[in-house]
């Protein structure tokens, strides 16, 4: 397996524009994250899906920031409009549906919004 | 609520010298422990974890953590270093959601390793 895909790996945008992030799962896996790291932050989780149901969206800041699952095989994280302190790294991760296991990260998709 | 803290934010050792990473969690029942490693632009990569059993766990690169709940700690420990342990390393413990099921994990600040010739 290709392990967790992530694209673009690199976004520059400029503040008020749109922008989509892609995630690719291992296949299999039932659960999905995604997660946003800042210096200042450290390392967030935004929101989580099972089996393409998301979970908990406690952690998306606003309502700028939306994320689908419409398959089990891809996700997006959309921000409209973006703002420059949305500037991070986002991570994709999954995970098996089995307690405790590990969760497989994407290479992440860094963020620089002008 | 469920957190982790990973007391120190950078850390410098020299090379061939021992290492031990701290973490402290809170937690309400037995939880299950990671650490990931993240090299420079990379991803979080699985260096061990704990959920149940024996309380010393061997992970990948010669690295071991050692479960103690008397102290709510998970440290990271590895004998010897190496220069290409350089990385920032992250402590996470594993929630379940209401229905017991799989959950999210709640990460630490990371603790950044500088490994000197």
């Known amino acids: 397996d290709a392990g967790v895909i992530q694209s673009p790996r690199h976004e520059v945008t400029e503040m008020g524009q749109e922008v989509t992030l892609r995630c690719k799962p291992i296949?299999?896996?039932?659960?999905l994250f995604w997660y946003r790291q800042t210096m200042m932050r450290g390392l967030e989780l935004l929101i989580y899906?099972?089996?393409?149901?998301?979970?908990?969206d406690s952690g998306m800041p606003e309502d700028r920031f939306s994320a689908k699952m419409p398959n089990a095989s891809f996700s997006t994280l959309k921000i409209q409009p973006s703002e420059p302190r949305d500037s991070a790294v986002y991570f994709c991760?999954?995970?098996?549906?089995?307690?405790?296991?590990?969760?497989?990260f994407g290479p992440g998709t860094r963020l620089t919004v002008l | 609520a469920q957190s982790v803290t990973q007391p120190d934010i950078h850390i410098t050792v020299s090379e061939g010298a021992s290492l031990e990473l701290r973490c402290n969690y809170s937690?309400?029942?037995?939880?299950?422990l990671f650490w990931y490693v993240q090299s420079p632009g990379q991803g979080l990569q699985l260096l061990l974890k704990?959920?149940?059993?024996?309380?010393l766990v061997q992970g990948i690169k010669g690295f071991e953590a050692e479960f103690k709940r008397s102290q709510s700690s998970f440290n990271l420990r590895k004998p010897s270093v190496h220069w290409s342990d350089a990385a920032e390393y992250f402590c996470?413990?594993?929630?379940?959601?209401?229905?017991?099921?799989?959950?999210?994990?709640?990460f630490g600040k990371g603790t950044k390793l500088s490994v000197k010739p």
């Open positions: 996470a413990v594993g929630s379940l959601n209401y229905g017991g099921s799989q959950g999210n994990l709640i």
């Open positions: 899906f099972n089996n393409n149901v998301p979970i908990d």
């Open positions: 991760a999954s995970t098996p549906a089995v307690v405790g296991d590990e969760q497989f």
């Open positions: 296949s299999g896996h039932d659960y």
């Open positions: 704990y959920f149940s059993g024996d309380t």
């Open positions: 937690y309400g029942a037995t939880p299950y």
